[in-house]
């Protein structure tokens, strides 16, 4: 396997979080009972017009120009024919020869080194309804129209990725990116991010391109490095034992850990593209392209940029903050009003993710604000509390939200600095341990930590570190 | 442009259609007319016109992001040949 490279391109389609659906008035919202979020144009019923969400053509080309595409000056609108009954209209309105987007890039760091991957084409289509397939051996499937004509971005990445750690980082690049232009939730557990992967082998540095085939079924970006591996795992068994690989679809089997086949990929032509007479051509002016660029937020790599120059933080750190526009957001909004913006680094990639993950949460919805935080390290500054008892106090306001002080004060977690208070307690440890104190005489440096130890278990951790070490080597 | 037999039962199969032999042949002989018709409007000389993407003369037509009333379940369902609930049943295709 060590001689040979694998040779991967990603198609990621995205649901654009617009209000309505891509080409009908109809809400573009998720969860509603089947088949009560629908009107004649989505339910392709006959004599209906579709007209294009003047929001779903802005979002593309936001999305077109983060991605650093060209935006194409003329573009239309193509149907792509099948059957399948999650699709009422028996075609889907889509993009063939004249994509809004094309040529662009994006970078993506792996083991410390920067790669460009680049984008083909990003061209907006309309998503299919669900099927709820009968239970046991029925014979019948459900058709839910509700998701049908919700509009979509497919973006298709050059093969230029090299390895699956590659793959899930340009994933994770283009969910940040999506998300610091706000065009989609890409939440791939619910399905507003879904990716299928092409993938070949050959020997490396050959540059000869072998049959691919094409993975489906992948749920999470971590489904997505593991397929890929056991992709590349079989491929090279097959080349190695003499055989071809055969261009097919494999799903993604997550329970045997491998990649089964699935149906023979249909030809391209099978579809029968052609210009959709309902939908009339998008010219976009050079004018509304820059309207819409000079809107685009600061992206997430020029963050990180701005990050490691205007707060002193190393890449690695920059690079973590900056991963979700939130947490850039919740990042700097306590590092502009604290001291020390390493500090902060600290606890927001340290504390706060721990508790982010540990209790599932999305930031936005984490009462704890950053001005509780800043509040809180300007509290340890004034020694009111250790910073032991800090972390106390900001799981505690990390789940409830109330200030740091007030919960000082509930819990009497004020710090003790008073030395008349603390020598008596240093010296009722140094009293009931003459062993440890011996042999902390006797040069031991362990049984000093130990000593302290037991002050600290004495006052609950509220002990002022420093004073106690003082107090305890004047004592011994 | 005659189509073959073969090719009939191709652009059947995409349009889930189940021919008889008599159907095919009468079809075959129907779509390779308009083939051929096309092949005499090929022999036009177009080499100065501009391709024609779409048919209509008008560009950017453009609704505003804003909900409108969704239909009715019942009228959504009236027409379904077979109904489930609040779903529209249909034979199982995997
Ligand atoms: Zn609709």
């Given amino acids: 396997m060590d001689n040979y ?7 990621v389609h995205v649901e654009l979080h617009t209000k309505t659906k891509a080409f009908c008035s109809c809400p573009n919202e998720f969860g509603k009972e089947p088949n009560t979020n629908v009107c004649p144009i989505c339910l392709g019923l006959p004599g209906v017009l579709p007209v294009i969400n003047e929001a779903l053509l802005e979002y593309a080309v936001k999305a077109g120009l983060a991605l650093n595409c060209e935006i194409a000056a003329f573009s239309k609108f193509d149907r792509k024919n ?16 004249l994509p809004l987007c094309r040529n662009g890039y994006l970078d993506i760091e792996v083991n410390g080194a920067t790669r460009r991957v680049g984008i083909t084409r990003v061209h907006m289509e309309e998503d299919a309804g669900k099927l709820v397939h009968g239970e046991g051996g ?51 557990e619910e399905g507003s991010l879904r990716c299928d992967a092409n993938i070949s082998v050959r020997p490396a540095g050959t540059g000869i391109l072998n049959p691919k085939t094409e993975i489906k079924n992948m749920n999470s970006f971590r489904a997505v490095q ?24 494999r799903a993604w089997d997550e329970n045997k850990g491998t990649t089964v086949p699935m149906r023979s990929k249909e030809e391209a032509s099978d579809y ?31 963050r990180a940029r701005r990050f490691t120059s205007e707060y002193g933080l190393s890449a690695y750190d920059a690079g973590v903050l900056t991963a979700s526009r939130a947490l850039a957001d919740f990042y700097e909004a306590c590092a502009r009003n604290y001291r020390d913006p390493k500090l902060v680094s600290n606890w927001v990639t340290g504390e706060f993710l721990r508790l982010v993950n540990a209790r599932n949460l999305e930031i936005r919805d984490v009462k704890l604000t950053p001005a509780h935080l800043v509040e809180m390290l300007e509290l340890i500054d004034k020694g009111t509390i250790s910073g032991k008892i800090a972390k106390t106090v900001f799981e505690e306001m990390f789940d409830t939200g109330k200030r740091a002080e007030d919960i000082i004060k509930e819990k009497g977690l004020v710090q003790i600095s008073d030395e ?49 070490n003082r107090l305890l080597k004047e004592r011994i | 442009m005659k189509l073959s037999k073969k090719e009939v039962e191709h652009v059947a199969l995409l349009a889930r259609l189940a021919l008889s032999e008599e159907e095919k042949e009468r079809f075959r002989a129907q779509l390779s007319s308009v083939l ?24 950017n037509v453009e609704r505003p992001d804003k909900e409108h009333e969704t239909l009715p379940l019942e009228e959504t369902l009236q027409n379904a040949p077979q109904r489930d609930g609040n779903y529209f049943r249909v034979p199982r295709i995997i």
Wanted: charged share 30%.
């Fill in chain 2, 36 to 59: 051929e018709y096309a092949d005499i409007i090929n022999r036009l000389d177009t080499e100065k016109v501009a391709p024609t993407y779409h048919v209509l003369p008008i560009q």
């Fill in chain 1, 138 to 188: 029925a014979d019948y499937s459900l058709v839910d129209l509700n998701r049908a004509g919700v509009p979509l971005l497919e973006i298709v990445s050059e093969p230029d990725i090299r390895t699956p750690e590659e793959a899930k980082a340009y994933l994770e690049k283009l969910k940040s990116i999506l998300s610091y232009i706000d065009v989609s939730d890409c939440k791939m």
């Fill in chain 1, 420 to 468: 008349g208070e603390l020598s008596r307690i240093v010296e009722e440890v140094v009293t009931a341990n003459p062993g440890v104190v011996a042999d902390y005489r006797n040069g031991k440096e362990k049984a000093f930590a130990f000593l302290v130890g037991q002050v600290m278990k004495a006052t609950r951790g509220k002990a002022n570190p420093q004073l106690v």
């Fill in chain 1, 82 to 97: 099948y059957y399948y009954p999650d699709l009422p209209k028996n075609y889907q309105i889509s993009q063939y020869d």
């Fill in chain 1, 272 to 302: 029968r593209y052609f210009p959709d007479p309902d939908l009339v051509p998008i010219v976009i002016s050079p004018d509304r392209v820059s309207r819409i660029k000079s809107e685009l937020p600061e992206l997430p790599d020029a």
């Fill in chain 1, 226 to 249: 593991r397929a890929l591996e056991a992709e590349i795992k079989r491929q090279c068994a097959v080349w190695a034992a003499g055989g071809t690989v055969e261009s097919e679809t």
């Fill in chain 1, 5 to 11: 490279e694998a040779v991967i391109g990603l198609e």
